[in-house]
């Protein structure tokens, strides 16, 4: 009878030595793998891989004096970067809710297109008189015209000086008016260079054209000072357009 219950507690010895080694042995195989996941509110493990299926906020009520967070890579590699970011395919890597301008940030392309696309063309290098026109090729989008050049107020078609002004017409449409005001006739005087954006510009072939602002009350007792452009050009006055395509931005 007592060599039975001996050998019993033996039995249950040994099988317990068993099972002790057994689940070292099974938690040095497979506890070491399992820990190699974080999942939802673990601690980060450093030099594992972590997985997370809700987002991890990092923040404070008063915030930090700079950066809240700093990644150094000090590997003595070429092909080293402190951050990666993947996303599926037509996703954004990042997303910002601030407009301000980052120092040192570079970029290749721009909206997909590369520096060379923002190249302006100067359309227009010549002298007058007025009307001058020119044609471009748009991919359509965001134009950006800059237009400048000169005119006097002659003394055989105004009554004294005033106003003169020069119109930047594209396809026909006025798109805006550059003016100044002389002190004497026939001193000729400089359109200050003006931007002119157009939204939205379809693509293809368009016209811009300059045309000398001439008002009906011009030499007459009608004529005013400020208000009645009487504008004269010659072949001493000269003009210049430049064109810049910007593509449409889209920032969430």
């Known amino acids: 009878m007592l060599r039975s219950a001996v050998s019993k507690v033996m039995w249950v010895g040994r099988a317990t030595v068993f099972l002790v080694g057994l689940a070292v042995i099974l938690g040095v195989l497979f506890g070491v793998a399992s820990m190699a996941f974080a999942g939802n509110g673990d601690a980060w493990l450093l030099g ?9 906020s990092l923040g404070g009520s008063e915030g930090a004096d700079g950066p809240m967070v700093r990644i150094t ?8 970067t402190a951050l990666d970011l993947r996303v599926q395919s037509g996703e954004a890597p990042m997303r910002v809710n601030s407009a301000t301008k980052v120092a040192s ?7 997909g297109k590369d520096f060379d696309a923002f190249d302006a063309d100067h359309l227009l290098d010549s002298s007058g ?6 044609a471009f090729v748009s991919e359509g989008g965001r134009v950006v015209i800059s237009a400048s050049g000169s005119g006097f107020r002659a003394s055989n078609n105004s009554r004294f000086a005033g106003a003169i002004a020069m119109d930047l017409f594209v396809d026909g449409s ?5 003016n100044i005001t002389t002190n004497e006739q026939d001193h000729r005087e400089p359109f200050v260079a003006e931007d002119t954006v157009l939204l939205r510009l379809p693509a293809g072939q368009h016209t811009i054209r300059l045309e000398a602002v001439y008002d009906p009350a011009c030499d007459t007792e009608n004529e005013t000072f400020a208000t009645t452009y009487c504008t004269s050009t010659s072949g001493n006055d000269s003009y210049s357009l430049t064109v810049l395509e910007i593509p449409e931005l889209i920032l969430d």
């Open 48 to 56: 594992r891989s972590n997985v997370a299926t809700a987002i991890t």
């Open 73 to 80: 890579n000090n590997d003595s590699g070429t092909d080293d």
């Open 105 to 111: 940030l570079n970029a290749d392309t721009l909206d």
């Open 129 to 134: 008189p007025l009307p001058r026109q020119t």
């Open 174 to 178: 006025r798109r805006n008016r550059l």
